[in-house]
């Protein structure tokens, strides 16, 4: 497996079924352990690298469901909202609310989803996550938890 295909499969993940996205998804929770840095930090680095990967992958330009880099980019940047030490079902609802706009696409996720090339294929996880990361913010204060 060349560097391309590992940053964009992460590792073989994205040959996991069913849903090799949710699978990628669970695999970066544990990032939560390290904070809020690390996970932006991790959601950047996942976004850039994914980026390259896609970009030098001629098959991945259609974002096949193996391309799994997007899904760990997003899912990391929607942990970011959470402060170090948060419980467990915040880390969940984070895995939920990014899986569930990840799936519905709405607005901007879904604009960049019918985007082509390599932009469109991580562009559209990274939307995701951010906005999953604004609504697990406004949940956390709205729930008093900060």
């Given at each position: 497996m060349g560097p391309a295909l590992a940053v964009a499969s992460l590792c073989g993940i994205g040959r996991?079924?069913?849903a090799p996205g949710t699978w990628a998804s669970v695999a970066v929770l544990p990032a939560a352990l390290l904070g809020?840095?690390?996970c932006l930090g991790l959601g950047v680095s996942f976004a850039l690298l994914g980026f390259w990967a896609v970009s030098r992958l001629p098959e991945a330009r259609?974002?096949?469901g193996w391309v799994v880099a997007d899904e760990a980019s997003g899912?990391?940047?929607a942990l970011a909202a959470l402060p170090a030490g948060a419980s467990f079902w915040w880390v969940l609802a984070g895995f939920a609310l990014f899986r569930l706009l990840d799936?519905?696409?709405p607005g901007p996720v879904g604009w960049a989803d019918r985007m082509e090339g390599s932009l469109g294929v991580m562009l559209d996880d990274v939307l995701a996550g951010l906005m999953a990361a604004g609504l697990l913010g406004l949940g956390w204060l709205?729930?008093?938890?900060a």
């Open positions: 996991l079924r069913p809020p840095w690390w259609e974002d096949p899912q990391c940047l799936i519905l696409k709205a729930a008093g938890a």
